[in-house]
């Protein structure tokens, strides 16, 4: 079919048109299909919003014929005309996503209503109250979505009419008061509008499409693809559906449901409704709605028919399904189904009881896992003896805990989250565009809604802790108190949440750390079945050692011994080591330093012990460990001023002209690394020692020891190798001569400049594995400080989409990645069975994995709580790849 193809009806399109159709136009046209009951619609494709962007918000050449002409077939199919007097057809006008992106995006209900329709719409029904309802409802979303009038103008006059007639709820208002409201709506609209709006409900769809269109645009959408990592340049589809009403009293209702239990993966009944209502009522929070199993007593037919069909989609489809549902006068409709979002329990437990029952392959349950959604299976918890009652108790939407300073407002929330202080964002309900304010809380709080309100469901796809509909809270956000009973929390307080069990507590409660349930262990040794890459950990002491082989990890891939000359009671002596003016003064230091540095390895080993252990050596800018030259100059000018002891004052003066020898401008790109080491061959010669010390007294201790690699940082040039491999080998040899030893050691070096990846031949002539120092590589191959980027520009070029990602979180494919590539191409042209690894940050991120996977990298090294996420990671990578 041609791609300028932009219209397709419901009977054309199926689940395998979901890039076209989107999520919500794909998972309609395929319940028809099959048979399940949906309202007839047709799909303005994803290409039609893609060129609409890219036309500068014009529309492509014969979309606006194409819609007319889908309408006239939808009209003819239903025996209805838009905005008819007489049978009149109404329409919904709803955002579909390639990529489920829930309540980021805009819809307008019962388009078509008006002055001229609504004795139609209500003669049809019988029910005069019902007609008026769909037309207030349209108003306000058509105003607010299409025409831009603030929300709060249509809600301001919906409080002060009920509040006028003395009832609590929108069902409580009668048809008189209804037409009332119609009336004050329109003028608000009108006054908005500084005209009268269109009534000609062909042009309404129009607008209502390019709406949905900009509405991909919007700042809640472009914030929630920036943390779900969703291309921008996807677009949206529009589905516009023939309307089907939940509000046309006792007999009809409107609801959510999954097929299992989102936050804990249960196959249970999970899902809420409301009893004369629209969709957006139950998502929106603003009634309180009921849960699933009621609606057996309230509208049984329709139950049994739902239970049917939510079994029904979920082997069709084999994962759990986010369903929405309209009863209309006792008939049930399916208006969407979709994969559902999930915490990461729950995606853990719904793969593996999947493939217990058949429907998927363990295979296809690894590839059902987000790797960085395990992140949230890695956080504390609350400590079930914590022995404090709880202030308030809500809905546990999502599980896990949060503690933080309360907040009332996303942006207050986005301000001091961002800085990187704990909030919890309290809210009477959210709306979609709390969505920057979410994203950085530790958790939500909402005064209304349910377990599938939008709080709930944003929270659970982020793994948020949240309670939702915690109805005995009041929030004042204008003196922004949080009040429960006779407690009044003030912003600024802390409160804890438990989203498991929807508990708020009044205080800061001791967490305790994660557990990793059986789900997990089961999978992840799945997913060790299938990867090929290594996953190793950055560690540099025993207790992050410890940790990393308690989490999986089959070694270290990168010990900073730096970190270890940085000790308080380390520090004298290595400034010593530095400042040192003779060679034997500055092995004096050294001789100090040594027992220290192998007191270290001894620990790490331990923990390591029948692993490889990577240690790298010294690479500090020698600034880090210097006292700062300001300080020191003001240090001496102080002794000057008041006359202090001559020998401190000849010290200090002493002192400082060390320092300002050494003083550098750019310190990073100064004597660092090897070239430290080229300078004072004394330091590799003392580590390396340490290191041969430490592993013979493991193996004397413990009866085995680590795989001691010994990785020399900073190489540009290969000489450099060659000296450093020289003195590292010596050291070595001369150790092991003396204890009447033998250890297997291995000598390598960390690719992390761009000369080095371009040379990675002369340099592999000394080498026996290479490391690819990532974080470095990208700072020298992009030209960029870290540091400097992320408070400055990098987060606008991210914004702004000059870059998709920051590069540091993801690598550079196309310029970092291809220095990796030519590095192990050229390194193994020399010695085919060169090892090679990453140990940069981005051997955590699941993306680059992916990477490091296609251009045959034998391990990846991340943090320790990363090396669950990267073993599931590197599964993945292999499975895409044959899938390619």
């Known amino acids: 079919m041609s791609d300028k193809r932009y219209i397709y009806d419901l009977s054309e399109g199926d689940a395998t048109m979901r890039n076209l159709l989107g999520g919500k136009g794909a998972g309609v046209a395929e319940m028809s299909r099959i048979g399940v009951p949906v309202p007839d619609a047709f799909t303005v494709t994803t290409t039609a919003c893609v060129e609409t962007m890219n036309l500068g918000g014009q529309w492509p050449e014969g979309l606006a014929e194409e819609i007319n002409a889908g309408l006239k077939r939808l009209e003819e199919r239903t025996g209805r005309t838009l905005g008819g007097t007489e049978r009149p057809l109404l329409v919904s006008v709803r955002s579909g996503a390639v990529y489920s992106m829930p309540g980021m995006m805009d819809t307008i209900l019962n388009l078509g209503i008006s002055d001229e329709s609504v004795a139609a719409v209500a003669a049809e029904s019988g029910n005069e109250r019902f007609a008026w309802d769909c037309y207030r409802r349209f108003i306000q979303m058509y105003g607010e979505v299409v025409e831009g009038v603030p929300p709060h103008a249509y809600e301001d006059a919906l409080t002060e009419l009920k509040r006028n007639r003395g009832v609590e709820l929108d069902t409580d208002l009668s048809a008189e008061d209804l037409k009332e409201l119609v009336d004050t709506f329109k003028a608000i609209s009108n006054e908005h509008l500084g005209g009268e709006w269109t009534t000609d409900p062909v042009e309404q769809l129009h607008r209502a499409v390019n709406a949905v269109f900009k509405s991909w645009l919007n700042p809640r959408a472009e914030v929630y693809r920036r943390a779900n990592n969703i291309p921008a340049d996807l677009g949206t589809a529009v589905n516009i559906m023939q309307m089907v009403f939940g509000n046309r009293g006792d007999t009809s209702a409107t609801g959510v449901c999954f097929t299992r239990n989102p936050s804990t993966g249960d196959k249970e009944l999970y899902g809420e409704f409301l009893v004369n209502a629209q969709g957006e009522d139950v998502v929106a929070g603003i009634r309180t709605p009921r849960p699933l199993a009621e609606m057996r007593e309230v509208l049984p037919e329709a139950y049994d028919q739902l239970i049917a069909t939510m079994k029904r989609m979920e082997e069709h489809y084999r994962d759990m399904q986010d369903m929405e549902f309209t009863i209309e006068n006792g008939q049930l409709f399916l208006l969407q189904t979709r994969n559902g979002k999930r915490t990461a329990a729950a995606a853990l437990k719904v793969a593996s009881d999947l493939v217990d029952e058949g429907l998927i392959t363990k295979e296809e349950a690894l590839l059902r896992i987000e790797p960085a959604q395990l992140d949230q299976l890695l956080h504390p918890a609350i400590d079930p003896k914590h022995g404090r009652k709880p202030i308030a108790k809500g809905l546990p939407a999502s599980p896990g805990a949060a503690v933080g300073e309360v907040v009332f407002d996303a942006d207050t929330a986005a301000e001091r989250g961002g800085r990187g202080e704990p909030v919890v964002l309290v809210r009477y309900e959210t709306t979609p565009d709390d969505i920057h304010g979410v994203i950085v809380a530790q958790g939500v709080l909402t005064a209304h809604g349910g377990m599938t309100s939008h709080a709930a469901v944003v929270a659970r796809g982020m793994g948020k802790p949240c309670v939702a509909g915690a109805s005995g809270i009041h929030i004042d956000v204008k003196a922004r108190t949080l009040t429960v009973g006779d407690r009044v929390i003030a912003e600024g307080e802390v409160?804890?949440?438990?989203?498991?069990?929807?508990?708020?507590?009044?205080?800061?409660?001791?967490?305790?750390?994660?557990?990793?349930?059986?789900?997990?262990?089961?999978?992840?040794?799945?997913?060790?079945?299938?990867?090929?890459?290594?996953?190793?950990?950055?560690?540099?002491?025993?207790?992050?050692?410890?940790?990393?082989?308690?989490?999986?990890?089959?070694?270290?891939?990168?010990?900073?011994?730096?970190?270890?000359?940085?000790?308080?009671?380390?520090?004298?002596?290595?400034?010593?080591?530095?400042?040192?003016?003779?060679?034997?003064?500055?092995?004096?230091?050294?001789?100090?330093?040594?027992?220290?540095?192998?007191?270290?390895?001894?620990?790490?080993?331990?923990?390591?012990?029948?692993?490889?252990?990577?240690?790298?050596?010294?690479?500090?800018?020698?600034?880090?460990?210097?006292?700062?030259?300001?300080?020191?100059?003001?240090?001496?000018?102080?002794?000057?001023?008041?006359?202090?002891?001559?020998?401190?004052?000849?010290?200090?003066?002493?002192?400082?002209?060390?320092?300002?020898?050494?003083?550098?401008?750019?310190?990073?790109?100064?004597?660092?690394?090897?070239?430290?080491?080229?300078?004072?061959?004394?330091?590799p010669d003392m580590q390396a020692r340490a290191i041969i010390r430490a592993a013979l007294a493991v193996l004397e201790r413990e009866g085995e020891t680590v795989g001691v690699e010994i990785m020399i940082p900073l190489v540009a040039l290969s000489k450099e190798l060659e000296v450093q491999r020289g003195i590292v080998e010596r050291a070595v040899k001369e150790e092991l001569e003396a204890a009447g030893k033998d250890l297997p050691v291995t000598i390598g070096t960390m690719i992390e400049l761009p000369r080095a990846a371009l040379v990675a031949d002369q340099i592999a002539e000394y080498a026996d594995f290479f490391s690819f120092g990532t974080n470095d590589l990208t700072q020298t191959g992009v030209g960029i400080s870290r540091d400097d980027a992320e408070n400055g520009f990098l987060t606008q070029y991210v914004m702004d989409r000059v870059l998709e990602r920051n590069p540091f979180e993801s690598i550079d494919v196309d310029g970092v990645g291809q220095l990796v590539e030519i590095g192990v191409t050229k390194g193994r042209a020399v010695k085919q069975n060169l090892k090679t690894g990453v140990c940069g940050e981005h051997g955590g991120d699941p993306d680059s994995i992916e990477f490091f996977q296609s251009v045959g990298l034998d391990y990846v090294s991340c943090s320790p709580y990363r090396v669950p996420i990267a073993r599931f990671a590197a599964a993945k990578a292999v499975l895409k790849q044959r899938e390619d």
């Open 495 to 683: 409160i804890t949440l438990d989203g498991s069990t929807g508990d708020v507590y009044g205080e800061a409660l001791e967490l305790i750390p994660p557990r990793i349930n059986e789900d997990f262990q089961r999978l992840v040794t799945w997913a060790d079945e299938v990867r090929q890459l290594g996953v190793r950990a950055n560690a540099d002491n025993f207790e992050d050692a410890s940790k990393a082989r308690e989490l999986g990890a089959q070694g270290i891939g990168l010990c900073r011994t730096e970190h270890m000359f940085m000790a308080q009671d380390r520090l004298p002596a290595v400034r010593r080591m530095i400042l040192a003016e003779t060679h034997a003064s500055r092995t004096e230091a050294l001789a100090e330093i040594l027992p220290m540095q192998q007191q270290d390895f001894e620990g790490i080993f331990t923990a390591m012990k029948g692993l490889p252990v990577t240690v790298r050596l010294l690479d500090p800018p020698l600034h880090e460990f210097l006292p700062n030259l300001v300080e020191q100059s003001l240090l001496v000018q102080k002794l000057e001023l008041t006359d202090g002891d001559p020998a401190e004052l000849e010290a200090a003066r002493g002192t400082l002209a060390q320092v300002k020898r050494l003083h550098e401008l750019n310190p990073m790109l100064g004597t660092r690394g090897c070239r430290l080491a080229m300078l004072y061959p004394e330091i």
